[in-house]
C-alpha cells in the first residue's frame, strides 16, 4: 500500500466521534502523511463496507457501537481478546486484503487507570463494576486477566448474569453477581469502582449511588466522558477518592491502531486531551 495512509472509524452514529481529532493529532504530530476519516454506515451497509477495505485504500478502521460484534464475523483472523469477547475495535488490513480484528478496549481501560492513578495494582484488587454491556464486557475481561476480582451490578439481572458466563469461560477469575438494588452496599471493602453504564451521561437519567461503604483509599472510574467531570467522579473526589474520567480509556485504547496502520506508539499528551476537550464541548454546542 503506497501514498497516503488511509484509515477511519465505522459506525452509527459517529458524528460526534472524537477519533478523527485523536489521530489526526498524532498525525500532525509524527508528520505523517495519512488520513482518518467518519465512515457512518447503517446495520445493513456494514459488511460490504468492512469487505472492500482494500480495494478503496484503506490501511485499517476502528469499529465503534453498535458494529463491533457484527465486525467480528467477517475477520479473517481475530486476536486473542476479540476472540473471547465476540467483538472487534479495531481492523487491520493486510497488504494482501486480509483483515485482522483486535480488541483494545480492555487494554485502553487498564492503560488509563495506571496512568491516572500510579501504583495501582489490580491483581488481588476487589472491583465492584456497574453494567453489563460491551465496555462492561471488555473492562471485565481486562481486570480478570490482571487477577482482580469482580462483583458485577446491572439494573438487568439476566445480563449480569449472562456476563458473568461469559467471563467465567474466558478469563476464569472470581466473579460474584450483585442485585442492583444492592448495588451501594456492594462497595464495602473494595479497591475499584467501575461505571460502564449509560447512566451520568449528558440526556441519561443520573447514576444513583450511595458511596458511604466505599473505602477513602478506593479509586473510582466512570467510562462515561461526555460529560468529563460526571456527578460520579465529583461525589468521589469530595470525598477524598482518586477519581479516573473515561477520556483516557479512549485515548489509551487508540494507540494500538496508530501504530499498526502508520508506525509510530503515539504520546498521550496534556495538549492531546486538551484538544479532545475542546471537541467534545463544540459537539456539545
Known amino acids: 500500500m503506497s501514498g497516503i495512509l488511509k484509515a477511519g472509524v465505522i459506525g452509527w452514529p459517529v458524528a460526534h466521534s472524537l477519533s478523527p481529532t485523536l489521530h489526526s493529532y498524532w498525525l500532525n504530530k509524527y508528520k505523517i502523511e495519512g488520513s482518518y476519516e467518519l465512515m457512518p454506515l447503517e446495520p445493513h451497509r456494514v459488511g ?15 469499529v465503534t457501537v453498535p458494529h463491533k460484534e457484527f465486525a467480528a464475523q467477517g475477520m479473517d483472523k481475530l486476536d486473542e481478546t476479540a476472540t473471547a469477547l465476540g467483538a472487534v475495535n479495531l481492523i487491520n488490513v493486510h497488504k494482501d486484503g486480509k483483515l485482522e480484528g483486535r480488541n483494545t478496549d480492555g487494554f485502553g481501560f487498564v492503560e488509563n487507570l495506571t496512568a491516572s492513578a500510579p501504583g495501582l495494582d489490580l491483581k488481588g484488587a476487589r472491583v465492584c463494576i456497574l453494567g453489563a454491556g460491551g465496555t462492561t464486557r471488555a473492562a471485565g475481561f481486562a481486570l480478570l486477566k490482571e487477577g482482580a476480582e469482580l462483583r458485577i451490578s446491572n439494573r438487568t439481572m439476566e445480563k449480569s448474569e449472562a456476563l458473568a458466563e461469559l467471563l467465567q469461560a474466558q478469563a476464569g477469575g472470581d466473579i460474584t453477581i450483585v442485585p442492583w438494588s444492592e448495588r451501594s452496599q456492594a462497595l464495602e471493602g473494595i479497591s475499584f469502582l467501575v461505571n460502564t453504564t449509560s447512566l451520568g451521561m449528558v440526556g441519561q437519567p443520573a447514576l444513583e449511588i450511595d458511596l458511604a461503604a466505599l473505602p477513602k483509599d478506593a479509586v473510582v472510574t466512570d467510562c462515561v466522558y461526555a460529560p468529563l467531570e460526571t456527578d460520579l467522579l465529583k461525589a468521589a473526589r469530595v470525598r477524598g477518592n482518586v477519581g479516573v474520567d473515561g477520556l483516557g480509556m479512549l485515548i489509551h485504547q487508540a494507540r494500538p491502531a496508530f501504530k499498526s496502520w502508520f508506525g509510530v506508539d503515539p504520546e498521550v499528551s496534556d495538549d492531546l486531551r486538551d484538544a479532545l476537550i475542546a471537541k467534545q464541548r463544540e459537539n456539545t454546542v
Open 48 to 62: 460490504e463496507a468492512i469487505q472492500t477495505l482494500h480495494a478503496r485504500g484503506f490501511c485499517g478502521a476502528n
